[in-house]
Nanobody, 117 residues
Framework: VQLQASGGGLVQAGDFVRLSCAAS????????MGWFRESPGKEREWVAT???????YYADSVKDRFTIWRDNVKDTVYLQMNALKPEDTAVYYC????????????WGQGTQVTVSS
């Protein structure tokens, strides 16, 4: 499956951004979808996951501010990011894995989100 992320940009603290990740080349509904982020000097960090059954999981740092969901008709996963903080500044990556896989093994190209204070 190929993944194409979009929607990043430069925003101010407190603003919101919606990221999208369009999938192609596979049966989207069978993949667990996730968002990760990477900021300078830090390792890639898991942000959120939406399972095939639509159960959702969030990192503590984004819980109650970010929302992940999937549209299996549009083959797209979204990440709504509200109440953004400067520490949310990062390159955001969408990823996919089959349910039985231990790790995400399909990655999009990343989209930059910069939050100014």
């Amino acid at each position: 499956v190929q993944l194409q992320a979009s929607g990043g940009g430069l925003v101010q603290a407190g603003d919101f951004v919606r990221l999208s990740c369009a999938a192609s080349g596979g049966l989207f509904s069978i993949y667990v979808m996730g968002w990760f982020r990477e900021s300078p000097g830090k390792e890639r960090e898991w942000v959120a996951t939406v399972a095939t059954g639509r159960n959702k999981y969030y990192a503590d740092s984004v819980k109650d501010r970010f929302t992940i969901w999937r549209d299996n008709v549009k083959d797209t996963v979204y990440l709504q990011m509200n109440a953004l903080k400067p520490e949310d500044t990062a390159v955001y990556y969408c990823a996919a894995k089959l349910r039985e896989s231990r790790q995400f093994n399909y990655w999009g190209q990343g989209t930059q989100v910069t939050v100014s204070s």
